[in-house]
């Protein structure tokens, strides 16, 4: 619940200490029904594939809010989408962002899964690759793995959502952290692979 009413108002702040106290809750419940029972939840183990990252996290809430503008609950789906045949190019991809899309692209070499790390109440719910165009939902948003620069100061991802037939956008995002905050910044001079309906 802290998490929530600390996100609520404040899209573009999300302390990343608020994110991880969140974070280690759920964990702990995972922990104990794996202890517990640990068939019951072989799903749900942690694998090469899930995204763990609080900061990923942390960054996804800041970006995907601003994107989708519904009524009705938001749909995130639970698979990342992989954008490699377009990246962004720019002389900051030379230097100070060079890092970054390096990462990003290792991060999504291959499909990754989110974990439920959005706050009850949220608009946002995790919906398998099946379901996310459901006509339940009021929109949907597709997310990349995150790609952050080696000091994890910067960050990069791809966004794609769609509010209804012919209604759609995606398009790369950037990051800069100051202060355990993460702010979307305007990077000059590069070319973004964007796509719009």
């Known amino acids: 619940m802290g998490l929530l009413s600390g996100l609520m108002g404040h899209a573009s702040e999300v302390s990343i200490d608020a994110v991880r106290?969140?974070?280690?809750?759920?964990a702990?419940?995972?922990?104990?029904a794996a202890?517990?029972?640990p068939g019951l939840f072989a799903s749900q183990v942690i694998?090469?594939?899930?995204?763990?990252?609080?900061?990923?996290?942390?960054v996804y809430m800041v970006i995907v809010p601003t994107q989708v503008v519904a009524a009705r609950p938001i749909a995130i789906q639970s698979e990342t989408v992989r954008n490699l045949q377009c990246l962004p190019s720019g002389k900051p991809f030379n230097e100070e962002w060079?890092?970054?899309?390096?990462?990003f692209k290792e991060e999504n070499a291959r499909h990754r899964t989110l974990l439920p790390q959005f706050p009850s109440g949220w608009p946002f719910e995790l919906a398998s690759q099946a379901d996310v165009s459901?006509?339940?939902?009021g929109g949907y948003a597709l997310v990349s793995a995150v790609g952050f620069n080696q000091a994890k100061t910067r960050a990069m991802l791809f966004v794609m959502t769609s509010c209804?037939?012919?209604?759609?956008?995606?398009?790369f995002h950037f990051l800069e952290k100051r202060e355990g905050q993460w702010f979307p910044v305007m990077l000059n001079d590069i070319s973004n692979c964007s796509v719009q309906s």
Do not use: H, M
């Not at 060079?98 to 990462?103: I, V």
């Not at 209804?164 to 398009?171: A, E, I, L, Y």
């Open 21 to 26: 106290q969140e974070f280690n809750g759920f």
């Open 28 to 32: 702990g419940v995972l922990l104990a």
């Open 35 to 37: 202890v517990l029972a």
């Open 47 to 58: 694998d090469a594939k899930t995204i763990e990252d609080l900061d990923a996290y942390a």
């Open 98 to 103: 060079r890092s970054a899309l390096e990462s």
């Open 134 to 137: 459901s006509p339940r939902w």
């Open 164 to 171: 209804g037939p012919f209604c759609g956008q995606g398009t």
